[in-house]
């Protein structure tokens, strides 16, 4: 074989090879993506992912937040609720004590207007307006008095002296008279009625109904 095209082939083998090592190199080196694989976030992608991670964060706790203090909110407003239904009992409860020793004088005085009749105008006059200007003190202290005739029992507001029998099943159980009047504070009952109570009796008199 001739020399130089030895040479010659030595060289065309050795190109051959020195280039397949290059495109290897080129290969194993290359940043492009492999087929079916998504592009490597870039760096203003990789802010925007964190910024958008702190933002979901920081709403998170502002959620947080706002729900610890409707929490706060609510217990609150329970707790000044209940503040000022105690304290609308207490009230209550200092007027109701303040009227119930006075309640025998109001008595007092509307048995002495029965008592005058017709007799002494200028006495029964005077004794009308004080018990007018009474009965308004005690109102503005919040008492009432209540009317009972025809309620049904409730031992809460009547105290029965007497019952009576009646013949109507109808009446059994009802107010059928009132000897002293019930009074009130609120909701308060600070003296129950006297009352005169009916009970069934098929062969009552009708006499005894009252």
């Keep these: 074989m001739d020399p130089k095209t030895s040479e ?3 060289e065309a083998e050795a190109a051959d090879g020195g280039g397949a090592g290059y495109d290897a190199g080129a290969d194993e080196g290359s940043s492009e993506p492999k087929r ?3 592009p490597a976030p870039t760096a ?3 802010q925007i992912q964190a910024l958008q991670a702190e933002l979901a964060a920081a709403l998170d706790k ?3 937040i706002a729900g610890a203090y409707d929490a706060a909110r609510r217990e609150f407003e329970a707790v000044r609720a209940r503040l000022e239904r105690e304290h ?3 009230l209550e409860g200092h007027k ?3 009227v119930t020793g006075l309640l025998s004088v109001f008595d007092g005085l509307d048995q002495a207007l029965h008592a005058c009749g017709d007799g002494g105008m200028a006495f029964i006059q005077g004794v009308a307006m004080l018990r007018h200007q009474f009965a308004s003190a005690l109102s503005d202290l919040g008492l ?3 009317e009972v005739v025809g309620e049904r029992f409730d031992p809460e507001r009547h105290e029965a002296l007497s019952v009576v ?3 109507e099943p109808a009446q059994d159980g009802l107010v059928l008279q009132e000897l002293r009047a019930g009074a009130v504070v609120g909701v308060r009952v600070v003296r129950p009625a006297q009352v005169v109570v009916g009970r069934h009796s098929p062969v009552a008199a009708p006499s005894a109904q009252g």
Aim: charged share 35%; net charge positive; no cysteine.
């Design 8 to 10: 010659r082939e030595s």
């Design 36 to 38: 079916g694989e998504p």
């Design 44 to 46: 203003e992608q990789r």
């Design 62 to 64: 502002q959620r947080q």
């Design 88 to 90: 609308a009992r207490t």
């Design 96 to 98: 109701a004590n303040a």
């Design 144 to 146: 009432q008095r209540f």
């Design 165 to 167: 029998a009646v013949s």
